[in-house]
């Protein structure tokens, strides 16, 4: 019995440390039909994901899905909640056998190889978190995190992308992302894709940044030159 408690524990923590081993973000590149070089990036937070590909040279978005993901051995489950090529996929789950080394994700049965970017490090961000509040004129007005409507946004150590959907209706209002830091209270996004305004691209946009009693508060001037003070809550 012992032997077999072992054995499970062992297991147990094989898995665990593999399914730790996933966090970050991974990118792979392919050609277009037209010649135009691809890019794809991944990010896996705890729980949840999201693969996106654009235009690697013009930034130009192509394509994003994601949810919640589970890896058990070498079998990755994961639940979609947003789709922009088949919205009928939302709420649908998916299984797929994985190879994971420390710089490299197969998707066996595939030619799909992804390249680590990142463990999760530097950046203090790391995580998936939900749109939970803002403040206007000092005002604290909270948003229920739980409805179907959602603004998530995922950030490995390097990479970040926000995403905007409904579980309920299964519709996609809009995406962006590229790389992100954080240094002395800033917080600072670079633009490789925006799914609603492509001139957005190649713009750098600075915040100030505070963690308090576990929220993200976010504040600056949003992409459309308004003042923002946004709420984030690590999504469970």
């Known amino acids: 019995m012992k032997k ?12 665990a440390l593999q399914a730790q081993g996933i966090i970050g973000a991974w990118e792979s590149t392919s050609t277009a039909k037209n010649g135009d070089l691809l890019k794809s990036i991944v990010i896996f937070a705890d729980g949840y994901q999201v693969l996106t590909t ?7 978005f192509i394509h994003t899905n994601g949810g919640t993901w589970k ?4 079998t990755m489950t994961e639940k979609i909640e947003f789709h922009t090529d088949n919205s009928e996929l ?19 049965d595939s030619a799909l190889k992804l390249k680590r970017l990142d463990n999760g490090l530097p950046g ?6 939900l749109m939970s509040g803002r403040i206007r ?37 809009g995406t962006g992302g590229g ?10 996004e ?24 576990g929220s993200w508060h976010h504040s600056g001037l949003s992409s459309k030159g308004d003042p923002t003070h946004e709420i984030w809550s690590v999504r469970e």
Do not use: C, H
């Not at 203090?124 to 978190?129: D, E, I, P, S």
């Open 4 to 15: 077999i408690i072992v054995v499970l524990l062992s297991l147990f923590f094989s898995f």
């Open 54 to 60: 654009y235009d690697a040279t013009t930034g130009k």
């Open 71 to 74: 890896l058990e051995g070498d």
């Open 90 to 108: 939302v709420g649908t789950q998916v299984n797929f056998k994985v190879r994971i080394t420390k710089n490299e994700i197969e998707i066996l």
């Open 124 to 129: 203090k961000l790391q995580g998936a978190w």
């Open 137 to 173: 004129e000092g005002k604290t007005q909270s948003r229920d995190t739980s409805r179907p409507r959602k603004t998530m946004k995922i950030l490995s150590g390097t990479r970040f992308q926000w995403i905007a959907y409904n579980t309920e209706t299964k519709k996609f209002m």
């Open 179 to 188: 790389t992100y830091t954080t240094k002395n209270g800033d917080y600072t």
């Open 190 to 213: 670079n633009i490789e894709f925006f799914s609603k305004n492509d001139a957005k691209v190649g713009l750098s946009f600075k915040f100030n940044y505070e963690l308090i009693d």
